[in-house]
């Protein structure tokens, strides 16, 4: 009987929360796909799948340009509003959606950091300041024979392979890999070197990914978070390199990254005891992935467009002519300054392969906003994802579905300031990537070094048939885009 009357209680809440959702809800009149005004489920399900990349895309294709993607949640592909939601200052008012904040378990710790995951603005404000110089390109540079190490080491793997066909992804995870822990800790990984990261990416992608779908139903992550504390193992994530082994000031060898932390937590006041090792470890946890993946997508447009390839390499040879670069030596982060076609390539790669490329969500504030006709509420979620972005005329010019660099040289320089600043690549200037300046120094680097030396020649199709590998190039993800099967031959130059 009793379970009759739970049964019954339980349908009569269920269609009383559909007919709210679908009718009396304040986003009521905002088109998108049936189950996702229903329930949150519906994006849930579509990023469990890592359906996620071209999503939004194909929901703004279908439903216009306000797309209600979850009862609470819209996303919007009109630039006009980028500047409300995401310009500098906004970051106070704009919040970060609990989509990714519900993951800090540090909130009310103020010994402990999460940058990414930071609701407490004073906080962020405050560990932005003091670690700023830190990830300044000054600093990068001061680094930079970490990242020739591995520009060496890289290239003496691809000699290795020279003529094989391999899962070129793979090898710039690696190399992502032993960059990042070589600057952050001053001694790389040797993920390169052994063809093998011991499984580190494989777990760092199932932790984004669970990310990537647990954030939309909040009390569940919570919940998760809670019984994992009494160590129930809800998602198969590894750190990739315990806390335990981050060494401290004293017996780091080489100068690294975590040496500069360590001294700005000893000589600034207000610092939290444990935020230059958690500091480290987000260049690890936000580092490789999106560095690797940059990389790639350079790769990938580049090696599909010959008259791109071949520009870069004619600016190579000439730079090499002129004597500011050298074959087989690492470039110079100075030298790829003057490289200015390698820059607008990394530009336009990321402008249609932005590594992040859900929503960037945030939370309405007070005064609410009215996008397209559309007006939301305060509190709930609005956001735009930066691939969405990147195919906008109205910002980066014509025919924006190409890979054209030349776009980012002939720009005027009002128009070139408008594709800089309403871009969503390393996030929106309210809450801009710091990792930027460490990233570019060290992809401008790769890729120069890479091109002088190597011929590259990119062997299937993404979403295409199988390569000579045999291998299918797919690409998935819930929050940062992963691809599988990217085939490259490489030949020495
Ligand atoms: C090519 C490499 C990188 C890309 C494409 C990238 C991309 C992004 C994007 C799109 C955001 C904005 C997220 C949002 O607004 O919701 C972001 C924020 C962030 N990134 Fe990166 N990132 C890269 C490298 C790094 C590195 C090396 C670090 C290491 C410190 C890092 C740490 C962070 C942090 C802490 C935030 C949050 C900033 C804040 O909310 O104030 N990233 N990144």
Same mark, same amino acid.
């Given at each position: 009987?009793?379970?009759?009357?739970?049964?019954?209680?339980?349908?009569?809440?269920?269609?009383?929360?559909?007919?709210?959702?679908?009718?009396?809800?304040?986003?009521?009149?905002?088109?998108?796909?049936?189950?996702?005004?229903?329930?949150?489920?519906?994006?849930?399900?579509?990023?469990?799948?890592?359906?996620?990349?071209?999503?939004?895309?194909?929901?703004?294709?279908?439903?216009?340009?306000?797309?209600?993607?979850?009862?609470?949640?819209?996303?919007?592909?009109?630039?006009?509003?980028?500047?409300?939601?995401?310009?500098?200052?906004?970051?106070?008012?704009?919040?970060?959606?609990?989509?990714?904040?519900?993951?800090?378990?540090?909130?009310?710790?103020?010994?402990?950091?999460?940058?990414?995951?930071?609701?407490?603005?004073?906080?962020?404000?405050?560990?932005?300041?003091?670690?700023?110089?830190?990830?300044?390109?000054?600093?990068?540079?001061?680094?930079?024979?970490?990242?020739?190490?591995?520009?060496?080491?890289?290239?003496?793997?691809?000699?290795?392979?020279?003529?094989?066909?391999?899962?070129?992804?793979?090898?710039?995870?690696?190399?992502?890999?032993?960059?990042?822990?070589?600057?952050?800790?001053?001694?790389?990984?040797?993920?390169?070197?052994?063809?093998?990261?011991?499984?580190?990416?494989?777990?760092?992608?199932?932790?984004?990914?669970?990310?990537?779908?647990?954030?939309?139903?909040?009390?569940?992550?919570?919940?998760?978070?809670?019984?994992?504390?009494?160590?129930?193992?809800?998602?198969?994530?590894?750190?990739?390199?315990?806390?335990?082994?981050?060494?401290?000031?004293?017996?780091?060898?080489?100068?690294?990254?975590?040496?500069?932390?360590?001294?700005?937590?000893?000589?600034?006041?207000?610092?939290?005891?444990?935020?230059?090792?958690?500091?480290?470890?987000?260049?690890?946890?936000?580092?490789?992935?999106?560095?690797?993946?940059?990389?790639?997508? +350079?790769?990938?447009?580049?090696?599909?467009?010959?008259? &791109?390839?071949?520009? $870069?390499?004619? *600016?190579? %040879?000439?730079?090499? =002519?002129?004597?500011?670069?050298?074959?087989?030596?690492?470039?110079?982060?100075?030298?790829?300054?003057?490289?200015?076609?390698?820059?607008?390539?990394?530009?336009?790669?990321?402008?249609?392969?932005?590594?992040?490329?859900?929503?960037?969500?945030?939370i309405v504030p007070q005064e609410g906003?009215?996008?397209?006709?559309?007006?939301?509420p305060p509190k709930y979620?609005?956001?735009?994802?930066?691939?969405?972005?990147?195919?906008?005329?109205?910002?980066?010019?014509?025919?924006?579905?190409?890979?054209?660099?030349?776009?980012?040289?002939?720009?005027?320089?009002?128009?070139?300031?408008?594709?800089?600043?309403?871009?969503?690549?390393?996030?929106?200037?309210?809450?801009?990537?710091?990792?930027?300046? +460490?990233?570019?120094?060290?992809?401008?680097?790769?890729? &120069?070094?890479?091109? $002088?030396?190597? *011929?590259? %020649?990119?062997?299937? =199709?993404?979403?295409?048939?199988?390569?000579?590998?045999?291998?299918?190039?797919?690409?998935?993800?819930?929050?940062?885009?992963?691809?599988?099967?990217?085939?490259?031959?490489?030949?020495?130059?």
């Amino acid at each position: 009987m009793w379970l009759t009357y739970i049964s019954f209680a339980a349908a009569a809440t269920i269609a009383a929360s559909i007919i709210y959702n679908l009718f009396l809800h304040p986003l009521a009149g905002i088109p998108g796909p049936l189950l996702a005004r229903i329930t949150p489920l519906w994006i849930f399900c579509q990023c469990k799948n890592n359906r996620r990349p071209n999503l939004d895309l194909q929901l703004h294709q279908q439903y216009g340009s306000v797309v209600r993607i979850s009862p609470n949640e819209v996303i919007f592909s009109n630039p006009a509003y980028f500047k409300t939601v995401y310009g500098a200052g906004s970051s106070r008012a704009w919040g970060r959606s609990p989509f990714l904040t519900v993951h800090n378990q540090f909130a009310r710790d103020y010994d402990r950091l999460n940058m990414l995951l930071e609701s407490d603005m004073d906080k962020l404000r405050f560990q932005r300041r003091v670690f700023g110089p830190v990830y300044s390109t000054a600093n990068a540079r001061k680094h930079e024979e970490l990242i020739d190490n591995n520009d060496r080491r890289f290239a003496a793997r691809l000699q290795s392979l020279a003529g094989q066909v391999m899962d070129f992804y793979v090898e710039l995870e690696y190399l992502g890999v032993d960059i990042y822990c070589e600057m952050t800790f001053g001694e790389a990984f040797g993920a390169v070197e052994r063809g093998d990261d011991g499984g580190q990416m494989e777990s760092m992608a199932k932790r984004w990914s669970w990310i990537g779908y647990i954030g939309f139903i909040p009390w569940l992550c919570a919940l998760q978070h809670e019984l994992m504390k009494r160590n129930v193992p809800f998602s198969q994530f590894r750190c990739p390199f315990p806390v335990h082994a981050v060494p401290t000031i004293e017996d780091t060898i080489t100068p690294c990254i975590l040496d500069d932390l360590q001294i700005v937590s000893k000589t600034k006041s207000g610092v939290g005891r444990s935020w230059a090792t958690d500091m480290a470890m987000t260049n690890i946890g936000a580092g490789i992935d999106t560095t690797s993946w940059t990389l790639a997508a +350079v790769v990938a447009t580049v090696g599909s467009n010959p008259s &791109a390839y071949e520009k $870069l390499q004619t *600016e190579l %040879e000439d730079a090499v =002519k002129s004597g500011l670069i050298k074959k087989n030596t690492p470039v110079p982060y100075d030298a790829t300054l003057s490289l200015p076609y390698l820059q607008a390539c990394v530009n336009e790669a990321m402008r249609l392969y932005p590594n992040v490329a859900v929503s960037l969500a945030r939370i309405v504030p007070q005064e609410g906003i009215v996008l397209d006709g559309y007006y939301i509420p305060p509190k709930y979620i609005v956001g735009m994802n930066s691939k969405q972005l990147g195919l906008s005329e109205e910002v980066f010019g014509a025919d924006t579905s190409s890979f054209i660099p030349e776009r980012w040289l002939e720009a005027s320089k009002e128009q070139l300031g408008e594709m800089e600043s309403r871009n969503l690549g390393f996030g929106g200037p309210s809450r801009k990537c710091p990792g930027k300046n +460490v990233a570019w120094v060290a992809m401008a680097k790769i890729l &120069a070094g890479l091109y $002088l030396n190597f *011929e590259v %020649e990119v062997l299937n =199709k993404l979403g295409g048939e199988e390569g000579p590998g045999g291998r299918r190039w797919i690409e998935l993800g819930s929050f940062p885009t992963k691809w599988e099967g990217m085939e490259v031959r490489v030949q020495p130059r």
